[in-house]
């Protein structure tokens, strides 16, 4: 008989609290909220852990406020990152740690006092090469809190389970993972060429390496997530021309739900240019994604409580799905650009 998803969740009860655990927390100018995260992580239940800070080369008040805490809990340390890349402060986490198991947790973000307890048995459990959590956003403003709920929304997200599951299953990508320490030196650490995406390509190797990837939603997340539409709009272009980088790597970790936005953001903009001169086709091109739109914000406004938050959610939509829309394009057009210059026998002497 097949072992699902949810028998081995039953056997994996057990803690190993000698396990020395690093948890890694890359920051950056984060003075209004390192200090929230850390007091979340100095309150877990597992208390055998190396706290690790990457700074990239705070000019704010963030790395004094770390400092200041770990005179008080000597579990916390910094360790510098003056190239202010992600991966490249991941990997000098890695480099620093002295645990057996990794677990990453987002400046932005607070957990509850069992995340790291309930991370490590499973991966104790021998069973996972990565274990992460649902990643719920916490929004403080009317736009942040329409990004929250669209982004917990299947129509703003698509199949990201971590943003909307309910049930513990495995998954392609689990977002601020945790895993074996052994695994990730194995595995070359994180990708440095990439500035986003860097996680997704990372969880990639993981499972073409033969290990699975364990979604579970105990383990959750609050994730002060962007509070304006117009930094909203800017991340997903991030993401968006990230994922053409991790595409260009990886072939085969192409989906049709991630390239086919890519046709959206031309298809509004020729839809608006033939309005006046070719309503019918306008419509044709214009309806779909504004049908979408409509039912995505109906479905989702009654987590909502103010008319202010309500009328920002269809903007919050579009913004994802413009942005990354916008950002593959723009990925496309830079790889190609590489492709040609790698291709041109003057560049290459």
């Given at each position: 008989m097949a072992v699902t998803v949810d028998d081995r969740l039953d056997q994996d009860i057990s803690v190993i609290a000698d396990d020395l655990v690093t948890v890694v927390i890359p920051a950056r100018n984060e003075e209004h909220f390192i200090g929230r995260c850390l007091a979340s992580i100095c309150?877990?239940?597992?208390?055998?852990?190396?706290?690790?800070?990457?700074?990239?080369?705070?000019?704010?008040?963030?790395v004094k406020i770390v400092e200041r805490l770990a005179f008080v809990d000597p579990r916390i340390e910094v360790v510098a990152n003056p190239?202010?890349?992600?991966?490249?402060?991941?990997?000098?986490?890695?480099e620093?740690?002295?645990?057996?198991?990794?677990?990453?947790?987002?400046?932005?973000?607070?957990?509850?006092?069992?995340?790291?307890?309930?991370?490590?048995?499973?991966l104790q459990s021998g069973?996972?090469?990565?274990?992460?959590?649902?990643?719920?956003?916490?929004?403080?403003?009317?736009?942040?809190?329409?990004?929250?709920?669209?982004?917990?929304?299947?129509?703003?997200?698509?199949?990201s389970t971590y943003h909307h599951g309910q049930t513990p299953?495995?998954?392609?990508?689990?977002?601020?993972?945790?895993?074996?320490?052994?695994?990730?030196?194995?595995?070359?650490?994180?990708?440095?060429?990439?500035?986003?995406?860097?996680?997704?390509?990372?969880?990639?190797?993981?499972?073409?390496?033969?290990?699975?990837l364990l979604f579970d939603p105990e383990l959750r997340i609050d994730w002060h997530c962007r509070q304006a539409i117009a930094d909203l709009t800017r991340q997903y272009a991030r993401y968006g021309r990230g994922k053409v980088r991790v595409f260009r790597k990886h072939p085969d970790s192409i989906r049709p739900r991630q390239v086919a936005?890519?046709?959206?953001?031309?298809?509004?903009?020729?839809?608006?240019?033939?309005?006046r001169r070719q309503p019918r086709l306008a419509a044709i091109l214009l309806g779909p994604y504004a049908?979408?739109?409509?039912?995505?914000?109906?479905?989702?406004?009654?987590?909502?409580?103010?008319?202010?938050?309500?009328?920002?959610?269809?903007?919050?939509?579009?913004?994802?799905?413009?942005?990354?829309?916008?950002?593959?394009?723009?990925?496309?057009?830079?790889?190609?650009?590489?492709?040609?210059?790698s291709d041109d026998p003057s560049l290459t002497g």
């Open positions: 309150a877990q239940t597992y208390e055998n852990m190396q706290i690790v800070v990457v700074d990239g080369s705070s000019t704010d008040r963030t190239d202010q890349i992600i991966p490249v402060g991941l990997n000098r986490a890695v620093a740690a002295r645990g057996r198991w990794l677990v990453r947790v987002d400046a932005h973000s607070t957990v509850p006092p069992d995340y790291v307890a309930t991370a490590v048995s499973h069973r996972w090469g990565g274990v992460g959590g649902r990643k719920d956003g916490i929004g403080r403003t009317p736009a942040g809190r329409a990004i929250a709920v669209a982004m917990g929304s299947r129509f703003g997200v698509g199949n299953q495995t998954v392609e990508h689990i977002p601020f993972g945790c895993y074996p320490i052994e695994l990730i030196r194995q595995l070359g650490g994180w990708d440095e060429a990439l500035r986003v995406n860097q996680d997704f390509e990372f969880d990639h190797r993981v499972r073409a390496a033969g290990h699975e936005p890519i046709v959206l953001l031309p298809a509004l903009l020729l839809g608006l240019l033939l309005v049908t979408f739109l409509l039912a995505g914000t109906v479905d989702a406004h009654g987590e909502l409580d103010t008319v202010a938050d309500k009328c920002r959610l269809p903007a919050a939509f579009a913004a994802m799905h413009l942005g990354f829309s916008k950002g593959l394009w723009v990925g496309v057009a830079e790889n190609l650009r590489e492709m040609a210059r």
